[in-house]
C-alpha cells in the first residue's frame, strides 16, 4: 500500500507542476496587458499638464493593415507647431495623434479622427495641439483614454492575470500537498493512512468538483 501512494503522491506533483507551467503563459498575458494599461494611464496623467497650442496640419491619412484577422486601423498624421517664451517660440514638427499609439478596429476613431484632420488640412484650420512644456519636442493631438481601448486592456488584465495566476496557484499548493503525504508517508510507512487527515477521520469527501475548477 505504501508503495502505491508514495506513486500516487509522485503524479500528484507533477500534475501540480504541469499546472504551474500551463498557468505561466496566461499570467505572462495578463501581465504585459497590465503594464500596458498603467503606461496609458501614466501617460494620461502626465499629458493633462501639457500646454495647449494652435497646431497646422500637414498631412492626414488612414492606414488601413490587413491580416488574415481582419483590417484594423490607425490615422497617422504630421503638423507643425510653436511653442516657447513669447517673442521666442520655436516651430516643431509632430506625428503623434492619439494618447493610444497602434492600430486597432474598435469604434470609429481612426475614421472620424482622420477625416477631421483631413478637412483642416484643406481649409487650413488650426487644430488644437498639447506639448511637453519640458520636452516642446513632444506633443499630442489626442490625449483623452478612449473608454473602448481603456476596458480591452483591463479585461485583458484582469481575465487572463486572474486565471494564469489561479491556475498557479492551485498547482503550487498541489505540489506542497503533496511533499506533505510523502513526508507522512515516510515518517510512518507502517501507517499510510496518516498521510492525509481526512483519511484518520473515517470519511474521505469527493474531489471531482476541484479537479473540473
Not at 487572463?160 to 510512518?188: C, D, N, P
Request: glycine share 12%; proline share 5%; hydrophobic share 40%.
Amino acid at each position: 500500500m505504501a508503495i502505491n501512494r508514495t506513486a500516487s503522491n509522485g503524479k500528484s506533483g507533477m500534475g501540480g507542476g504541469c499546472l504551474v507551467l500551463f498557468g505561466i503563459p496566461f499570467a505572462g498575458v495578463g501581465i504585459f496587458m497590465l503594464s500596458m494599461l498603467l503606461n496609458t494611464l501614466g501617460d494620461w496623467y502626465r499629458m493633462q499638464a501639457w500646454a495647449e497650442v494652435p497646431a497646422t496640419i500637414l498631412q492626414a491619412a488612414l492606414v488601413t493593415n490587413s491580416d488574415g484577422d481582419g483590417d484594423t486601423y490607425n490615422v497617422t498624421a504630421r503638423y507643425t507647431y510653436r511653442y516657447g517664451p513669447i517673442g521666442s517660440e520655436k516651430t516643431y514638427t509632430g506625428t503623434r495623434v492619439s494618447l493610444h499609439t497602434g492600430s486597432d478596429n474598435l469604434g470609429s476613431f481612426h475614421h472620424d479622427t482622420a477625416a477631421a484632420l483631413r478637412r483642416a488640412m484643406e481649409t487650413k484650420t488650426p487644430v488644437p495641439c498639447f506639448v511637453n512644456p519640458d520636452v516642446p519636442q513632444e506633443s499630442v493631438l489626442f490625449r483623452d483614454l478612449r473608454p473602448s481601448i481603456t476596458l480591452m486592456e483591463a479585461l485583458f488584465a484582469l481575465v487572463f492575470g486572474g486565471a494564469g495566476v489561479g491556475v498557479m496557484v492551485g498547482g503550487v499548493y498541489s505540489i506542497r500537498k503533496s511533499r506533505r503525504e510523502r513526508k507522512q508517508l515516510a515518517a510512518t510507512p507502517e501507517q499510510p493512512w496518516r498521510a492525509r487527515p481526512a483519511w484518520q477521520t473515517g470519511t474521505i469527501t469527493g474531489s471531482a468538483l476541484g479537479k473540473v475548477w
